[in-house]
């Protein structure tokens, strides 16, 4: 039985680990240790719970996400963390399974894992590959674009849409320094920032990420196909991650309540657009979590 203890699970990722974990087979030998709510900022009763847990998934804003992995030093628990804190730290291993052939390995060995970002899943599911071979180049400039139900943006904008009808398109962080560039960056393997453009469409769940290119400004006169031919051989084989056919128009929420992830290459000869589909809060949050929990657990 491997015990596991979710800080923070009264949030929606934490919500949704917690319904993914109960809708498992109980052969899979899961344990949900759970927290007294009036307890759960209490240092003391976190640490108990961590002294008594197999795996501590962390659903929790940044700095308390630091705070526990403090409280766990010295005891015998393994960290999966959702927050940004850890995902370009030292010592922890990026929790995209996918991402290349030795990952799900690392994932499985590692004590300390990162759970990805939503928009980071997309984004380097279609960017490492490319620029690992050298279609991308690593210091080409990139724009990447964004689209997320509203479900991934904090409590307060959840009830918003649900109570007001929320705006019908928000485009935001026109600042141009999301928290998730740095991510992004790193784990493509660009050498320089790409220009990441993120909005919130009124539906619940759901994703899309798309990354424009002109073939033309690509080396060696890299065509189309050539490029969906590097995406679907790097996938072959996952069961979570598909290589589709393009299609002329794409629904952001099709695979809400989903854990998969479809990636396209759509093109007209001159130019192409790499999309990614997801659910942000399946692959991009829960899901990517219970992927990464099951590694770790050997389960």
């Known amino acids: 039985m491997a015990r596991i203890f979710i ?4 949030g929606t990722t934490g919500l949704g680990i917690r319904q993914r974990i109960e809708a498992l087979p109980a052969a899979l030998g899961f344990e949900i240790l759970s ?12 640490k108990d719970m961590l002294r008594q847990a197999d795996v501590a998934i962390l659903c929790l804003p940044d700095d308390a996400a630091r705070e526990a992995v403090a409280l766990g030093e010295g005891l015998d628990v393994r960290f999966l963390d959702a927050s940004t804190a850890h995902r370009r730290a030292d010592g922890w291993v990026y929790g995209f399974p996918e991402m290349d052939a030795e990952q799900s390995a690392r994932v499985a060995a590692a004590r300390h894992v990162s759970n990805p970002g939503c928009y980071p899943t997309g984004a380097i599911a279609l960017l490492r590959p490319l620029v690992a071979v050298g279609v991308i ?26 109570r007001e009808g929320g705006p019908a398109f928000l485009l935001y962080g026109l600042g141009l320094q999301h928290k998730h560039v740095p991510e992004i960056q790193h784990y493509s393997g660009l050498t320089h920032a790409p220009i990441f453009v993120p909005s919130v469409g009124h539906f619940a769940q759901g994703m899309i ?20 031919a ?20 794409l629904l952001a929420d099709r695979l809400a309540g989903t854990d998969a992830m479809e ?3 759509h093109s007209d000869g001159e130019k192409v657009l790499l999309t990614a589909r997801l659910d942000n809060l399946g692959k991009g949050a829960s899901g990517a979590a219970i992927q990464n929990l099951r590694l770790m657990c050997g389960k």
């Open 7 to 10: 800080d923070g699970e009264a």
């Open 137 to 162: 180049p690593a210091d080409h400039p990139i724009s990447i674009n964004a689209v997320s139900g509203y479900s991934g943006a904090g409590r307060s904008a959840i009830e918003a849409h649900e």
């Open 209 to 228: 990420v798309s990354i424009p290119l002109h073939l033309r400004s690509l080396p060696e006169a890299t065509t189309a196909a050539e490029i969906e």
């Open 263 to 265: 990636l396209r290459v």
């Open 230 to 249: 590097i995406l679907r051989k790097t996938y072959a084989g996952s069961d979570v991650v598909q290589v589709l056919s393009a299609e002329l128009t």
């Open 35 to 46: 927290i007294d709510p009036a307890l759960r900022k209490d240092s003391e009763a976190r």
